[in-house]
């Protein structure tokens, strides 16, 4: 395949092809413009359907309009592009931990417009989880037009994320991350090198069309030893936050699959439930950033009670919008959630001590943000540069890593897989690239059982038996019964070992007597990863392979390790 392909390009192609560094690189720079220029898509989009539905707003119907986007959202996935609802990152990440990568085409484009029409019409969700999708399925379509490996196309994957992530936020850094701790989850060189390249060329697409702008600006804090150690508090609240998000999502999910009817209805139902929170706090519609902003610069006048009651709605509004079958991330609410808590605890902190001198609310704003980010996704990376650069936040380096470590070691506690993982890990779908469960979930037990084993039966005399032991080459002998040919058990040599030197014996013993009946057994559709554990915990190097109570054949801990080591080659080969 590769070889016929090779006519389409310039003769100077085989350079790229012998160094696969230059490849990727090549690569990286026109998967990362491709993903940028669809972060923008979506980004302008959102701005003019935002606009265009402004004249709406002051109709008392308006609380329908969530419901219709999200009702035309699960109608053009489910109808139009046949794909599920949802955010799609988790998609992303099964595709890297089992089929190297491999996304449909039409996944480029269809989250966008899902997304939009979720997001435009008043939708509680993010813009950031759809332009992922978009950019990794142009990585990997990429990759699968050049006929590269699934490393390479891993690798590309990710670059697909990184310049994503990099062009809507503007942050090349935390693009870069977010693609390695989160998407691919190995730091590679190989990764790296690539991923970062792709984060830049998103970045500077974004840069000019849109202009290199921080999105969140901030006055500059003054930070005191009381205030560093005031972050540890609202660590433990943002961890709180992420908890009761993650489960509220959840939730709402499992109580929408339980009722009856269509997809599309139950979005819309839940996007309803989202307009007629939105009619009483506006902050919970759309992706909020113009919140965001205000509550960094301390603009947000409203005291504590709303501000701790706009928190719960945001949650709420989020896991109706998610939950019920709207398009969209969490990246966008857990900014705004984790501001909005971020503000609360210094209200409270204000009312419990009124006579300390706290940094402005802003600080507290911003350190909230990077504590739901890392306990949503358990990645303290992402959280920590992914606030630093949309907000130029430099300052308080030290609190943002306090507040994201501590947050993200609390969640994991509580919560072992974070919210893009936990139903992979659940159904045992999360398999990392390099680790031995990749490699071996490309094989089977099937192709690897030896089928050269000679059946005895288990009224077999051990003088015939011995007669057929000098004939094989085998140690083990599974034992049959004679009239049903289910398998009863199997024979090693060292079994008859104390028999072989007393002939008395020969006529007296059959192969039922002697035959060790407590084996461990496989079966076809095992996992060989549980194989291998099983192998090392019993000390075993062989085990039968059963079928419908019968033998099929014997599996053994050399096969498995040699055809491990080819599958490696196969997986890493250039």
């Known amino acids: 395949m590769r070889v016929l392909k090779l006519w389409r390009y310039p003769a100077n192609w085989a350079i790229f092809r012998l160094d696969d560094r230059l490849l990727l690189i090549l690569m990286a720079i026109i998967v990362g413009n491709c993903s940028g220029?669809?972060?923008v898509?979506?980004?302008?989009?959102?701005?003019?359907?935002?606009?265009?539905?402004?004249?709406?707003?002051?109709?008392?119907?308006?609380?329908?309009l969530p419901a219709i986007g999200a009702a035309l959202s699960c109608l053009f996935l489910e109808k139009v592009v046949k794909e599920g609802a949802g955010h799609g990152v988790p998609e992303v990440i099964y595709s890297v931990s089992r089929y190297g990568g491999l996304l449909r085409f039409r996944?480029?484009?269809?989250?966008?417009?899902?997304?939009?029409?979720?997001?435009?019409?008043?939708?509680s969700a993010g813009p950031e989880a759809p332009v992922v999708i978009s950019g990794a399925a142009i990585g990997s379509n990429i990759a699968k037009y050049f006929s590269l490996n699934d490393r390479q196309r891993v690798t590309l994957v990710g670059c697909?994320?990184?310049?994503?992530?990099?062009?809507?936020?503007?942050?090349?850094?935390?693009?870069?991350?977010?693609?390695?701790?989160?998407?691919?989850?190995?730091?590679?060189?190989?990764n790296i090198v690539p991923i970062a390249i792709a984060s830049v060329a998103g970045t500077e697409i974004s840069r000019i069309l849109q202009g290199n702008q921080i999105p969140f600006g901030h006055h500059l804090f003054k930070i005191d030893l009381l205030n560093v150690f005031a972050c540890l508090g609202l660590a433990v609240l943002a961890a709180g936050a992420s908890i009761l998000l993650t489960r509220m999502l959840r939730s709402?999910?499992?109580?929408?699959?339980?009722?009856?009817?269509?997809?599309?209805?139950?979005?819309?139902?839940?996007?309803?439930?989202?307009?007629?929170?939105?009619?009483?706090?506006?902050?919970v519609l759309g992706e909020g950033y113009h919140a965001v902003e205000a509550l960094i610069e301390g603009r947000y006048s409203q005291g504590l009670v709303f501000v701790a009651l706009a928190s719960f709605a945001k949650i709420a509004a989020t896991a109706l919008t998610l939950g019920w079958g709207g398009s969209g991330g969490i990246f966008a609410p857990c900014l705004v959630i984790g501001s909005l808590v971020g503000v609360t605890y210094h209200h409270l902190l204000s009312v419990i001590w009124s006579s300390a001198l706290w940094a402005n609310e802003g600080y507290?704003?911003?350190?909230?943000?990077?504590?739901?980010?890392?306990?949503?996704?358990?990645?303290?990376?992402?959280?920590?540069?992914?606030?630093?650069?949309?907000?130029?936040?430099?300052?308080?380096?030290?609190?943002?890593?306090?507040?994201?470590?501590?947050?993200?070691?609390?969640?994991?506690?509580?919560?072992?897989?974070?919210?893009?993982?936990?139903?992979?890990?659940?159904?045992?779908?999360?398999?990392?690239?390099?680790?031995?469960?990749?490699?071996?979930s490309d094989l089977n037990v099937p192709e690897l059982i030896e089928r050269d084993c000679i059946i005895v039966k288990h009224n077999m005399l051990l003088r015939d038996f011995i007669h057929i032991v000098q004939k094989s080459h085998r140690n083990y002998f599974p034992v049959a019964d004679d009239k049903t040919g289910n398998f009863l058990g199997i024979i090693h040599?060292?079994?008859?070992?104390?028999?072989?030197?007393?002939?008395?014996?020969?006529?007296?013993?059959?192969?039922?007597q002697i035959m060790n009946t407590r084996v461990e057994v496989v079966h076809p559709n095992d996992d060989l990863l549980e194989v291998l554990r099983k192998m090392d915990v019993k000390g075993l190097f062989s085990m039968p392979v059963v079928m419908n109570n019968r033998f099929v054949g014997l599996i053994s801990k050399a096969t498995i390790l040699d055809q491990y080591r080819k599958e490696l080659m196969v997986q890493t080969s250039h």
């Open 107 to 123: 996944s480029s484009f269809s989250r966008l417009i899902s997304s939009c029409l979720t997001i435009g019409s008043g939708g």
């Open 252 to 283: 709402m999910h499992t109580i929408s699959h339980k009722l009856s009817g269509p997809l599309w209805l139950r979005a819309a139902i839940g996007g309803c439930a989202v307009g007629i929170i939105g009619l009483f706090l506006p902050v």
């Open 364 to 440: 507290y704003a911003l350190l909230g943000m990077a504590g739901l980010i890392s306990g949503m996704l358990q990645a303290p990376l992402t959280g920590i540069f992914l606030i630093i650069e949309i907000t130029g936040g430099y300052e308080v380096i030290l609190p943002l890593i306090l507040v994201s470590a501590v947050t993200t070691t609390l969640c994991h506690y509580i919560e072992p897989a974070s919210y893009y993982l936990k139903d992979l890990v659940e159904h045992g779908h999360l398999l990392r690239p390099g680790t031995d469960a990749r490699v071996l």
């Open 160 to 190: 697909g994320a990184a310049g994503a992530i990099s062009s809507i936020f503007n942050a090349p850094i935390a693009g870069m991350v977010f693609a390695i701790e989160v998407i691919v989850g190995e730091w590679k060189s190989v």
């Open 37 to 39: 220029l669809a972060s």
């Open 41 to 64: 898509i979506l980004n302008r989009s959102l701005l003019a359907m935002s606009g265009w539905l402004h004249h709406f707003r002051s109709h008392w119907w308006v609380f329908v």
């Open 493 to 512: 040599l060292d079994d008859i070992r104390p028999y072989l030197f007393n002939p008395v014996m020969y006529d007296a013993v059959f192969l039922g």
